[in-house]
């Protein structure tokens, strides 16, 4: 397993591109499964998630030809319905491709991805979505087993506008007859992505972006192949880590390649603690600004402070004047990185789903252990700025969501080194 040495402190100066959006790109490369023709796509990020995701697809027959970032999904080879466990269980992710596959086939066999390091994590409104639709679903030996003639539209309303859920049944409601409406749907911009994705294609989707989503059944042979590759939105956690990382080590950094609409809150947040952001339309300049005050967040489903942005706003948090309090509502157990921080000097105290951060005037080097993604980013923001050496073990977990961190962030400065393992 390969581990990450951070030599602190650093102040990082120059400019970063953002790579294409992890929670994007997973489901709009299922979303090839409805489609009866090759897609192209160019820049998808060479994440590990990505590698998982195709591989579950290959499993199942799909095609992957592959030149560095630009990908040919042809999915029309597709023979086997069945997403197994080993793949399954690495990556809640996965489950996506339930909504495809009983659309286009009608049938489809997923492993129940199980609980994961932050939290147990459900699928019950994937599922009662698709029940609605049609579907005739029963959990047997770890799976979920899925049938149906034909799905047909219906009107399904989320008791909380689940990510996951939205995707699903968007992707199962293109090929099903009749119309789909989404009531309390989620409306993050990962979603809005995938409708552009569908829509590039002639599905007919109203209200994207918003609580109420309609989509509008067609057949198979009236999807037609868009003629360019379909590039997938910035990564907006991977530009809040960027931007909290620069606003941590003092530094004066660009980070570009995102829409900064989709961090509206974050950057309100960053704003009001005292942060210099100048923003652009496609990026954020970052000025060094005077030691920061803290302040107060509650994660929320978009447009509200983003659960995948908690830890790494914590990192930040723990080095301001004042304290601090972290509100985590989306997820039951994503204080991982507490401990590894409070090693690392932080001071924090956890009571419920809140934290108190009393801000402390520098961090020191560690020994720490990654947990999950968004608990690894927020090591490596502390890291940055730690005094002496922090060895960050298990860096798998940073290599799923985030393009090579370690040389982007050597780039603008920080001293990291990749001990391979
Ligand atoms: C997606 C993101 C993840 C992000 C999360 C919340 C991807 C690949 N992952 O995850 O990075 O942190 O949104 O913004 O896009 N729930 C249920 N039953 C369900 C579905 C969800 O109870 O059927 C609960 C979950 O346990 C969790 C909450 O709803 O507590 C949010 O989950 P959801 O919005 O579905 O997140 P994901 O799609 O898994």
Redesign the pocket.
């Known amino acids: 397993m390969d581990k990450l040495l951070v030599e602190g402190p650093c102040k990082l100066m120059g400019s970063v591109e953002i790579s294409s959006a992890?929670?994007a790109t997973?489901?709009i490369l299922v979303a090839t499964i409805l489609c009866p023709y090759p897609v192209k796509f160019t820049g998808i990020p060479d994440l590990m998630?990505v590698g998982t995701i195709l591989k579950l697809m290959q499993s199942m027959g799909v095609k992957v030809e592959r030149n560095l970032n630009d990908y040919v999904i042809d999915a029309t080879s597709l023979t086997n319905q069945h997403a197994d466990y080993l793949l399954v269980k690495t990556m809640?992710?996965s489950v996506l491709v339930l909504g495809p596959l009983l659309a286009r086939y009608g049938v489809a066999s997923v492993s129940l991805p199980g609980g994961c390091a932050i939290?147990?994590?459900?699928?019950?409104?994937?599922?009662s979505g698709l029940e609605k639709m049609g579907a005739h679903i029963e959990i047997e030996n770890g799976y979920i087993k899925a049938k149906c003639d034909k799905l047909k539209g219906a009107v399904i309303t989320f008791p909380?506008?689940?990510?996951?859920?939205t995707?699903n049944i968007m992707m199962a409601a293109v090929l099903a007859e009749g119309t789909t409406v989404i009531e309390n749907a989620?409306m993050?911009p990962?979603i809005d992505d995938l409708a552009d994705f569908l829509m590039a294609q002639g599905v007919k989707i109203e209200g994207s972006g918003t609580s109420r989503m309609i989509i509008h059944g067609m057949k198979i042979n009236e999807l037609k192949p868009s003629p360019w590759p379909y590039r997938v939105i910035g990564d907006r956690?991977e530009a809040a880590t960027f931007i909290i990382a620069a606003i941590m080590s003092g530094g004066d950094v660009k980070v570009s390649g995102f829409n900064p609409d989709h961090l509206k809150f974050v950057l309100e947040t960053l704003t009001k603690m005292g942060a210099q952001l100048e923003i652009g339309k496609d990026f954020i300049q970052i000025h060094p600004s005077q030691r920061l005050k803290g302040g107060t967040i509650e994660t929320l489903?978009?447009p509200g402070f983003?659960?995948?942005v908690q830890a790494q706003m914590m990192a930040l948090m723990s080095i301001v004047d004042g304290s601090s309090i972290v509100t985590e509502t989306?997820?039951?157990n994503r204080f991982m990185h507490v401990p590894e921080m409070i090693r690392m000097g932080s001071k924090i105290t956890l009571k419920g789903n809140s934290a108190l951060i009393e801000g402390v005037e520098s961090l020191s080097g560690a020994p720490v252990m990654c947990t999950d993604?968004r608990a690894s980013a927020a090591l490596i923001l502390c890291a940055l700025i730690a005094d002496g050496q922090t060895e960050i073990q298990r860096v798998y977990h940073l290599d799923r969501g985030y393009e090579r961190i370690d040389e982007k962030l050597t780039k603008l400065g920080a001293k990291i080194t990749r001990v391979k393992g």
């Open positions: 992890k929670n997973l489901p998630d809640r992710a939290g147990a994590r459900p699928v019950d409104i994937h599922l909380f506008p689940s990510v996951g859920a995707e989620a993050e990962e956690i489903p978009f983003p659960t995948d989306i997820f039951e993604l």
